[in-house]
């Protein structure tokens, strides 16, 4: 079978304009090269087709049976539908969640509005245009203050976490006038911080339940941010499985299996959540493009730490996707 891969490479030599993160979001050339060798060694050929409006001519040329996209896409909230959407218009089959699933989960404060309908419990927020709109935000303290749609915590530091009006708004000025978009100011949760690998789909299955232990401060004051990420063997401490209770993690599970559905993720997703003071998992966000690098990404580790292989977790997601659109192989 061919199988094309849609990807963003982080480029060489970043324009100095831009955020330092600007970029966070997009794969390695080693992270392609892993997910080439994996989806090879599976027995498909594959085929690199990046992304961007290169794709459109790759495509036409290369004619896959499917795609495994992980594409980021470039520019504004819809940017993670881009490859999928023109995909779904060209009648290719591919890897991963829809346009619309892809758009909900990137913009925050769309994802929690509709988990919080369905009763999964979400932090209170608010969202500000600017610092000049900025007012009470009839929180408690302290918050977290991030951009509206960005992922990889792209605009999230450690100074994020504001104990005061004053630091929210200073966070605030910073978000919009660095990102050019509204800020989320969200109540923060102090207890532990949880991610949840998910595959499959008329059956999700969990793949991992990991929890992100910091190493240099207390869970009260931990942000799980780009500062942490960059030096994540040095800051924290990867728990797969957790420390938690058997009652909490399997509470955990459930909501992370029911939001899954409810945001309509396909193949493979993350979900991530905070632990509140009574162990009840907190809603923070939904990453269906979760990093499939291995020994960095959340859901290769997870998957490793629970005995699978990197090969076998990709073979699983690709399965999914040809099971689910009944892809004939060639």
């Known amino acids: ?109 769309v994802a929690k509005r509709l988990v919080a309908s369905e009763g999964f419990p979400t932090p209170r927020f608010r969202t500000f245009r600017s610092a000049g709109e900025f007012s009470d935000p009839g929180l408690v303290f302290p918050v977290i203050v991030k951009p509206v749609f960005e992922g990889s915590s792209k605009g999230v530091r450690i100074s994020s976490r504001a104990t005061t009006a004053s630091q929210a708004r200073e966070m605030v000025r910073f978000v919009t006038g660095t990102y050019l978009q509204d800020a989320i100011v969200e109540e923060f949760v102090a207890g532990p911080e949880v991610t949840v690998g998910i595959v499959g789909n008329a059956a999700p299955r969990v793949v991992g339940v990991m929890e992100i232990a910091p190493r240099t401060v207390r869970n009260e004051e931990f942000v799980y941010s780009l500062e942490v990420k960059r030096d994540w063997e040095n800051q924290v401490e990867y728990r797969c499985p957790p420390s938690f209770p058997q009652g909490v993690v399997a509470g955990i599970e459930r909501c ?56 076998s977790l990709v073979s699983e997601i690709l399965s999914h996707a040809l099971s689910r659109q009944e892809v004939p192989a060639r």
């Open 256 to 311: 992370a299996v029911g939001i899954y559905r409810l945001l309509g993720c396909r193949d493979f997703s993350r979900i991530d959540f905070r632990l509140d003071a009574k162990g009840v998992p907190q809603f923070i966000e939904c990453n269906p493009l979760p990093g499939l690098s291995p020994g960095y990404g959340d859901l290769p580790i997870m998957a490793d730490r629970m005995g699978m292989s990197y090969l």
């Open 1 to 109: 079978m061919r199988v094309g891969l849609s990807y963003n490479v982080k480029p060489a030599n970043p324009p100095a304009h831009l955020p330092e993160d600007a970029f966070e979001e997009y794969d390695s050339e080693a992270t392609v090269g892993h997910l080439c060798d994996a989806i090879a060694a599976l027995g498909h050929e594959v085929v690199r087709l990046g992304a961007g409006p290169g794709i459109i001519d790759a495509l036409r040329q290369s004619r896959p049976d499917i795609v495994f996209n992980i594409a980021e896409g470039e520019g504004g909230r819809c940017r993670e539908a881009h490859v999928p959407a023109l995909l779904e218009m060209l009648g290719i089959p591919y890897v991963g969640s829809d346009p619309l699933t892809l758009c909900v989960t990137l913009d925050k404060p």
